[in-house]
């Protein structure tokens, strides 16, 4: 185990709602990062947060936004939910010191109806 | 754009088999992570690569980099059922940013007894 739990592990929305994933970071790590992983592909980097504010983003539309609270943990958001956000989401904990290596949570299976 | 690219995309080993999973990118990066991945489930680490010539071992895997080539290798010795999985590279460029992972297609491993 990692460390890192996210929530909920399952879930179904339609389209055109909006959907809120959380993550809480694993002890002493001051960094979070989301990534969506498509039915039979490599995860995709959404964004970074670091110290509660983003910190690179990838390819995705500005309808994916997110939040880092003090605590480090942290919230994906994504609005107007289209089919093809159906994936499995992960969240990813690392320290900007120490071994530079992410841990990912056990992710949450996103379906869109 | 950074590209990492996997081959072979699918193999079917016999138990007691060799074998050797490639990983390619185009930029320069000196950080390279291999992943596993069980069906419907998350990503657990199995190394960390943090310079050219790296080379780690953990039970019958074997990975390596080599950063000038821009490869890494993740070899199978004596292949055993448990290892079917999907195996992921990742690359950190530091173009992009720390911890800032760009995935490779995924190897999907099956072992036949």
């Known amino acids: 185990e990692t460390g890192v739990t996210q929530s909920p592990t399952h879930l179904i929305k339609t389209r055109g709602q909006q959907v809120t994933l959380r993550c809480s970071s694993q002890?002493?790590?001051?960094?979070v990062s989301w990534y969506q992983q498509a039915l039979g592909q490599g995860p995709q980097f959404i964004f970074q947060?670091?110290?509660?504010?983003?910190?690179g983003r990838g390819n995705f539309p500005p309808r994916f936004s997110g939040l880092q609270f003090p605590n480090y943990s942290s919230e994906l958001n994504v609005n107007a939910l289209e089919l093809d956000d159906s994936a499995l989401y992960l969240c990813?904990?690392?320290?900007?010191?120490?071994?530079?290596?992410?841990?990912f949570g056990q992710g949450t299976r996103l379906t869109v109806v | 754009e950074l590209k990492v690219e996997q081959n072979p995309l699918f193999l079917s080993m016999q138990e007691g088999k060799n074998y050797t999973i490639y990983c390619n990118y185009s930029t320069t990066s000196d950080r390279l992570y291999w992943y596993r991945q069980d069906p419907g489930k998350s990503l657990e680490s199995l190394f960390v690569?943090?310079?050219?010539?790296a080379v780690k071992q953990e039970g019958r895997l074997m990975a390596s980099l080599d950063t000038k080539a821009r490869l890494s290798t993740l070899h199978i010795t004596a292949a055993v059922h448990d290892l079917s999985a999907t195996y992921f590279c990742?690359?950190?460029?530091?173009?992009?940013?720390?911890?800032?992972?760009?995935f490779g297609t995924g190897t999907r491993l099956t072992i036949i007894p």
């Open positions: 002890s002493g790590h001051n960094t």
């Open positions: 990742a690359v950190d460029s530091r173009d992009f940013g720390n911890e800032k992972l760009t």
């Open positions: 990813a904990s690392s320290s900007k010191t120490g071994v530079p290596e992410a841990f």
């Open positions: 947060y670091y110290r509660e504010e983003e910190n």
């Open positions: 690569l943090l310079s050219n010539g």
